[in-house]
């Protein structure tokens, strides 16, 4: 049991770190959006979470031949450090303003939903040791 709990928590526990990593690195992107020649960066956070939990595989598992399981690129493709830009300025800067936007909302609403279910397992704890 324990085992497990220490896995959910590890597994949680990096999401946050990588979460907050890739936040700094797209307000990065934000804050040098009129730097000449600055390239927008953003990294492949599934990868870096298998990675960083030493390759580690989460699956997804079935019940029916029917159920559709989402795919996630496979271990081997790399990781872009790269953004890709659609319209790059003139003096070389790759930063779209809204797709910076979009990505930094989209990773604080997964940051916050992460700290949910870290919460919401904490507090299932608590009420199993205490018995209630």
């Keep these: 049991m324990t085992g497990r709990i220490e896995h959910y928590l590890r597994f949680h526990g990096e999401a946050l770190q990588l979460r907050a990593q890739r936040q700094q690195m797209l ?3 934000i804050a040098n959006a009129d730097t ?3 390239k927008a960066v953003d990294f492949d956070f599934a990868r870096a979470l298998r990675e960083s ?3 580690t595989r989460v699956t997804q598992r079935t019940t ?3 159920h559709l399981v989402a795919r996630s690129a496979s271990a081997d493709s ?4 790269e953004s890709d830009a ?3 300025s003139q003096d070389g800067n790759t930063v779209d303003m809204d797709k910076e936007r979009a990505r930094i909302a989209d990773n604080a609403v997964r940051y916050e939903a992460t700290l949910k279910f870290i919460n919401g397992q904490i507090r299932t704890l608590l009420s199993a040791i205490q018995g209630q």
């Design 27 to 29: 307000s990065a992107n």
């Design 36 to 38: 000449p020649g600055y």
């Design 53 to 55: 939990l030493g390759g």
């Design 64 to 66: 029916s031949a029917g």
């Design 78 to 81: 790399p990781a872009p450090s």
């Design 86 to 88: 659609v319209q790059p």
